[in-house]
């Protein structure tokens, strides 16, 4: 049967989206429902990490779910606990954040439950796990398919269909590469989260502070790892997008360079964007886990089913171990402490000197960090990724009806897509990038002139944004996010502080570098911002994830002391 583009004409894209929502509602078993005034009550507070949502689970869920990835697979690996009690008590939690969040596009509860069941069936007949990854339950931004469940990147038209059409034979039967993947590590997804910002299931907040943006786009994931839904969650990344939603939900992620993670069969804008294309990046509560589900990839050899990942595997002699290493030869960082184009906000600033005075305290390294002007990234970002006009997502917006929400609304014309770059314009910001990314290489080489070893700098350290958070309509500066894209370069993001509207107060002497960096001040509120998470981002060469993991759990190591010698959070 030929594959038919599906223009939902007898129903209007409301009533689509509220039957997507009652079906989801229908999965939830009935005894993990929670009370209509609890979730008042949740809508109604500033924050839902800690007490709040502790409280609504029972003392079992709570013991499992604050267990992270090595920790339950040791439990499993022992036999003391199993993979149907691992998935069972994260589902149920993943239950309860979406009742207060609304931040699962597909529940698949049934299914991970029934894969759970088969992997203890492996366990009690070969008395070892099926893999790296056996019964660690886990949740993907829905932009990779699952079979049994829809794939709709939160677009209303996309609903009971694949990617659009209908009659392909794909639908609810198919599956990405990286999902193949984690079936055959032994991992177990329980669910898919939204963009966002989107028309099916509303706007997602921090759990931290309910006034503030959960980032974008990759926001649904990040509530779910900061609220810890599941044990680890995959974003999808093309300017921050893995990046910015860690940062402003207090939890890990690592955004690769492409080519370490497939992409190959997964949903996206833009797919033939292959310059600067989209990665999937991955979220958790902490370096190890980070580290283990990279590793456990790429022991898949991935490049063997998709030509587009690089055929490197992971490469123990690239991370860093400070104990093997003299005294003479410990790392140097560099800072960046502002790109000379937009200042960050004061929480950012504190985050940033506490990271600088604890590695300096554990005789660490550190060096100005003065490349190539990070602007430069703005000129280039934009017109390689969406160089195409976006034709791709105003079509997907048609076929409901559905209007584009607030924060595309100014990729579009008034009636319809901006018109493509012509090739050889597009073609001159390509070479453009190139360029950029050559200067930056020699930058970063020239520092060995300036490190007590006569190496170049290691990684370097920069705010994730300018914000400790993101008001709506307040976010003017993706610098130094989409710069990383531009560079293709992997990059940490590790969580620091929370923002005190007490310590984290605005300088009168302010001196703004652009007009933006003013309206960008100008935002900052610091009552607002009180109790959002802070983080900064940890930088690397392109394709060292390995080298920039291990320096990331460095600087976490040496936060973690800085904070008990000066009593900080």
């Known amino acids: 049967m030929a594959a038919n583009v599906w223009p939902p004409t007898s129903n209007s894209w409301q009533k689509i989206a509220a039957e997507k929502r009652q079906a989801d509602t229908a999965k939830i078993p009935t005894d993990w429902v929670i009370a209509p005034r609890v979730v008042a009550e949740a809508k109604a507070r500033r924050s839902l990490v800690g007490g709040f949502i502790e409280g609504l689970l029972d003392p079992e869920t709570r013991r499992i779910t604050d267990m992270d990835a090595p920790e339950l697979i040791r439990m499993m690996s022992y036999g003391s606990m199993t993979a149907v009690e691992v998935v069972t008590a994260f589902c149920k939690r993943?239950?309860?954040?979406?009742?207060?969040?609304?931040?699962?596009?597909?529940?698949?509860?049934?299914?991970?439950?029934?894969?759970?069941?088969?992997?203890?069936?492996?366990?009690?007949?070969?008395?070892?796990?099926?893999?790296?990854?056996?019964?660690?339950?886990?949740?993907?931004?829905?932009?990779?398919?699952?079979?049994?469940?829809?794939?709709?990147?939160a677009y209303v038209g996309w609903i009971g269909t694949f990617e659009g059409q209908k009659g392909t034979g794909k639908e609810r039967n198919f599956e990405s590469e990286l999902?193949?993947?984690?079936?055959?590590l032994g991992a177990v997804?329980?669910?898919?989260?939204?963009?966002?910002?989107?028309?099916?299931?509303?706007?997602?907040?921090?759990?931290?502070?309910?006034?503030?943006?959960?980032?974008?786009s990759s926001?649904?994931?990040?509530?779910?790892?900061?609220?810890?839904?599941?044990?680890?969650?995959?974003?999808?990344?093309?300017g921050g997008s893995v990046s910015m939603p860690a940062s402003y939900n207090g939890i890990f992620s690592l955004k690769p360079s492409s080519g370490r993670i497939s992409m190959k069969d997964v949903a996206s804008t833009g797919p033939g964007q292959q310059i600067m294309p989209t990665v999937a990046g991955v979220m958790g509560r902490s370096i190890d886990t980070l580290r283990l589900v990279l590793k456990s990839l790429l022991s898949t050899e991935p490049w063997l089913q998709d030509p587009y990942v690089v055929p490197l595997p992971w490469r123990d002699a690239e991370e860093y171990h400070p104990s093997d290493s003299p005294t003479e030869s410990k790392l140097a960082f560099g800072l960046l402490e502002n790109d000379r184009a937009v200042t960050p906000h004061p929480p950012v600033q504190r985050a940033l000197r506490m990271v600088k005075v604890a590695l300096q305290e554990a005789g660490y390294e550190l060096l100005d960090w003065n490349p190539p002007w990070n602007h430069e990234s703005r000129q280039i970002h934009?017109?390689?990724?969406?160089?195409?006009?976006?034709?791709?997502?105003?079509?997907?917006?048609?076929?409901?009806g559905e209007p584009e929400v607030h924060e595309i609304r100014g990729l579009f014309k008034q009636n319809g897509p901006r018109e493509p770059m012509p090739l050889p314009a597009y073609q001159d910001m390509v070479v453009r990038m190139r360029e950029y990314r050559n200067l930056y290489q020699e930058y970063w080489m020239s520092t060995s002139s300036e490190t007590k070893s006569g190496r170049p700098v290691d990684v370097y350290i920069s705010p994730v944004t300018a914000t400790a958070g993101l008001l709506p309509e307040k976010f003017f500066h993706a610098d130094y996010c989409n710069s990383i894209n531009v560079l293709d370069f992997p990059t940490v993001v590790i969580p620091v502080t929370f923002v005190d509207e007490r310590l984290d107060v605005s300088d009168p002497a302010?001196?703004?570098?652009?007009?933006?960096?003013?309206?960008?001040?100008d935002a900052y509120d610091a009552s607002a911002y009180h109790g959002a998470p802070v983080a900064v981002q940890i930088v690397g060469k392109r394709l060292s994830e390995e080298r920039v993991l291990s320096i990331a759990k460095v600087v976490v190591e040496a936060l973690n002391s800085y904070k008990a010698r000066h009593r900080e959070i």
């Open 510 to 521: 302010f001196q703004p570098f652009t007009e933006i960096d003013q309206t960008n001040m």
């Open 94 to 153: 993943a239950a309860v954040i979406h009742q207060l969040t609304q931040n699962m596009l597909e529940i698949g509860f049934d299914i991970a439950l029934q894969r759970a069941k088969k992997l203890d069936d492996y366990f009690r007949t070969h008395q070892r796990l099926i893999g790296p990854l056996h019964g660690i339950p886990l949740t993907l931004k829905d932009q990779f398919h699952i079979k049994g469940l829809e794939t709709s990147m």
């Open 189 to 216: 997804p329980i669910g898919k989260s939204p963009e966002t910002s989107n028309n099916i299931l509303g706007y997602l907040w921090s759990p931290h502070n309910q006034n503030l943006s959960s980032g974008g």
């Open 382 to 400: 934009p017109h390689i990724a969406r160089g195409d006009g976006c034709l791709d997502v105003w079509k997907a917006l048609q076929l409901s």
């Open 179 to 184: 999902i193949k993947e984690f079936q055959s």
């Open 219 to 238: 926001g649904g994931e990040a509530v779910m790892q900061a609220l810890k839904g599941s044990v680890f969650g995959i974003g999808t990344d093309i």
